[in-house]
């Protein structure tokens, strides 16, 4: 909101004040008034609105000379219609009335001019006329809600350069989509500036998360002015008399996180410098609140645009099933040379691809993990670059765990939980559930990093009693035509009662990793009758029973949007003792999905009439939901390295159609 000032009157001597247009000018009536005077009227030149208002309670007069009595309540404010031509064109006259016959003359000479700060505060990728707005210093949520919105500029359109764009504080022509426009309107007398001074400026506390370049009329924004941004909180500007349009491009230079909301708030001042034997005086100020776009994360449930995995000396095979399903799914595969993965096979752990969006643009952003392994420079090399842009968190060196890779880091499909909307969906988190010498947890960086974002509010999950302690070890999301999705958990109970069923039939001698060299292979009646590995997969699924608690109560989930994917594990002590627990087959909730085509990891199950059993049962619980399941062999690939195809994999997906800025987090 536009802000004046107000101006006191001295009787028998004129006084000279600036009104901004959209604003009201207070007059100081009753306090200038001579002792002994007890009302007063008023005139004033056509192009200035004149209101007069007693309270209690508030009453407007109409413009004229009517007399007023001259009380402590009196409110007297003055708007002008149009911009002064020339300097002082707007007379007002206040007549006092009192002891003397003849009135005391108050003379107020005024210039209108106007000057005003546009953005897309109506967030519809257009600007609105210069005065239309009444308050642009409010930012809301919801679709009625207002306010402007500015991207990171975290893509490097300059292939030359070494580091994001908003990193430098120069342009060129592909940025400006990355940022957002105001425009500076002004409309003066033409010595206005002669004696005035406008200030562009930002609060200290908020210039490193924001840079503004000025327009200078160059048709080549490399020549574009940086006025403001980090150490730069301020800029005089320097502008011509008249009708005069001043535009000027911002960018973010930070995602809110912990210490930063994600609100920037840009200032324009109006300074009086007529005496320069004396300091400037404020005398107008207008300002635009703009909210840094979040980093939102993708579910399976948004359909794929690339898939990508390494290649790998061993998994030749594989790559040619994930060719196969990513053409089916229509989607992209890139491949990352074993080279620059120096071996690293954990595509997902490394890093997950979201978004960043304002009404004008939307930016695939990747989010690479703190674990700066042999894929540590994959999303910077190969992903980072023009409209691709790049983000990170977390300490880069040491104090990292397991639970800090990003199998451990996914998002719920959108969800309604007691009446709350979550349009964006939920992001999930996996840590020890409760605090021991032994537990691990998502360094608080990401976490404090992706509750920011305020639009897909985290949940913790209990996953430290996996080995590699990553959520998408026990669950997955699909796409269902109707409801929406269905959540998949593993299922020890589900796969005892599958082999079960087998072995009442006569199937109990059937084996398991039929196929698998160098694998130990064992039948069903030796599973069911293990009893060290019973009491395994009974922690097993008590630790999941939680999980699943929490995820119907946080999601809005009942058990008919759930599926049991059956499942084994087993535990195995980890090198401080502790038993943790690993998928006893090749995990197939830790799929891939892409559309209604899912990557699934071969368990090798029992093969009963041709087929594994284990498959079976998964197509039997997918397939009529609308999905096709392919199989895929990872066992030596990822599987005896704790890992399965999501583990492997990743996916950049369509952003969400629905707008971030219309939800009420």
């Excluded at 087998?502 to 039948?523: A, C, D, I, S, Y």
Aim: contains cysteine; hydrophobic residues 35%.
């Amino acid at each position: 909101m536009a802000w004046g000032t107000v101006v006191h009157v001295a009787p028998g001597q004129p006084t000279h004040a600036v009104c901004v247009l959209g604003t009201e000018t207070q007059l100081d009536v009753y306090g200038s008034a001579p002792k002994g005077y007890t009302s007063f009227s008023i005139t004033a030149s056509p192009g200035v609105v004149v209101e007069v208002a007693h309270r209690p309670p508030a009453k407007k007069s109409p413009t004229g000379s009517s007399q007023w009595p001259l009380e402590p309540g009196l409110d007297v404010s003055l708007k002008l219609r149009a911009a002064s031509e020339s300097t002082g064109d707007q007379k007002v006259q206040i007549s006092y009335h009192g002891p003397a016959p003849t009135p005391v003359e108050a003379l107020l000479y005024l210039t209108g001019v106007e000057i005003s700060l546009s953005a897309d505060i109506s967030r519809t990728g257009k600007m609105k006329p210069a005065g239309s707005v009444k308050d642009q210093t409010a930012w809301t949520w919801g679709p009625r809600g207002q306010g402007a919105i500015l991207l990171v500029n975290c893509d490097r359109d300059n292939p030359n350069s070494s580091a994001v764009d908003h990193k430098d504080d120069q342009l060129d022509g592909n940025d400006l989509k990355d940022l957002s426009l105001v425009t500076l309107s002004t409309k003066t007398p033409g010595d206005f500036f002669s004696k005035h001074q406008l200030v562009l400026h930002v609060a200290k506390s908020e210039m490193d998360k924001v840079r503004v370049f000025q327009d200078n009329g160059s048709r080549q924004p490399s020549r574009y002015s940086a006025v403001l941004g980090p150490e730069r909180p301020s800029h005089a500007l320097e502008l011509p008399g008249g009708q005069c349009s001043t535009h000027f491009y911002a960018e973010g230079l930070a995602f809110p996180d912990a210490s930063f909301p994600g609100l920037v708030s840009l200032h324009l001042s109006l300074l009086d410098t007529s005496n320069p034997e004396l300091p400037q005086s404020l005398l107008f100020q207008d300002s635009v609140v703009f909210r840094v776009a979040p980093w939102i994360m993708t579910p399976n449930t948004q359909p794929p645009k690339e898939v990508y995995v390494c290649r790998l000396f061993e998994n030749e095979d594989f790559l040619a099933s994930l060719t196969a399903l990513a053409k089916k799914a229509k989607c992209k595969l890139i491949v990352c040379a074993q080279e620059e993965s120096v071996d690293d096979r954990w595509m997902q752990d490394e890093m997950e691809i979201g978004y960043t969006q304002a009404p004008h643009r939307t930016l695939p952003v990747v989010f690479d993990s703190p674990r700066n392994r042999g894929l540590k420079d994959f999303p910077i090399k190969c992903l980072l670059g023009p409209d691709f842009g790049y983000v990170t968190r977390g300490p880069q060196t040491g104090s990292v765990t397991d639970l800090d890779s990003f199998g451990n880091l996914e998002v719920s499909p959108p969800v309604t939980v007691g009446g709350k909307a979550y349009p964006l969906g939920r992001i999930l988190i996996g840590d020890s559930g409760y605090p021991s010498k032994e537990s691990q947890e998502m360094h608080r960086a990401l976490q404090d990093f992706l509750g920011a974002q305020q639009v897909q509010a985290p949940v913790r999950l209990y996953s430290d009693w996996l080995s590699v302690g990553h959520v998408d070890e026990f669950l997955s999301f699909v796409p269902v035509h109707k409801k929406g999705f269905r959540l998949l958990l593993a299922s020890p109970r589900s796969c005892y009662r599958l082999f079960q069923e087998q072995l009442k039939e006569g199937h109990g001698e059937v084996l398991l990793f039929q196929g698998v060299k160098k694998k130990k292979q064992q039948n069903i009646k030796d599973i069911l009758s293990d009893k060290k590995l019973r009491e395994h997969n009974s922690y097993v699924e008590k630790c999941i029973d939680w999980n699943r608690a929490v995820l119907k109560r946080e999601l809005g989930l009942t058990e008919r949007d759930i599926v049991d994917i059956p499942q084994l594990f087993k535990l195995i002590k980890d090198s401080r003792g502790t038993a943790k627990a690993e998928a006893f087959f090749p995990n197939m909730v830790n799929m891939l999905v892409l559309g209604k085509h899912l990557g699934i990891p071969k368990p090798f199950g029992p093969v009963i009439n041709g087929r594994c059993c284990l498959e079976e049962k998964v197509r039997s619980l997918l397939e009529p939901l609308g999905l096709h399941c392919a199989f895929i062999d990872d066992y030596y690939a990822y599987h005896v390295r704790q890992g399965n195809v999501h583990c492997g994999t990743n996916v950049r997906r369509e952003p969400f159609p629905f707008k971030w800025w219309h939800m009420q987090p």
